[in-house]
């Protein structure tokens, strides 16, 4: 599996990890972020939602899917973008930012072994 599969890999399992605790445990991620907890069924959606970008994650991983790959780096790199927004019209808790910096960081890292690898034109 070459590096980028792999952090793809990674952030899939990262998304099914928080996929599970927003299906069972939604308040715990939630106020551990100092966001209100929440009793709507919502946020226990969103967890299955997670789950199931985690499966396209977990296949284009293993398939070695460069387009799949490549995407899941860009997108991640926009989540920072809405979430700032999110904070900026006081929707949300500053601390959201964490998650998006993850993606951030995490799309970065994916598009960093993209470009290492020879995926861009030009590299």
Known sequence: MSKSAISVLIFGIYLAI????????????LTSL??????EV???LSGILLMAIAVYYFLGAKYEIIVVL??????????????????????VSPNI??????????????????KKEGHFKGT
């Open 97 to 114: 930012i964490i998650i998006s910096a993850i993606d951030f960081i995490g799309g970065a890292w994916t598009y960093a072994m993209l």
């Open 70 to 91: 490549k995407a899941t780096a860009f997108i991640r790199f926009t989540i920072i973008i809405f979430f700032t927004a999110f904070v900026l019209l006081e929707l």
């Open 34 to 39: 100092r966001i209100e907890p929440a009793s």
């Open 42 to 44: 919502w946020i226990r």
């Open 18 to 29: 928080n996929g599970l605790l927003l299906l069972f445990v939604p308040n715990l991620l």
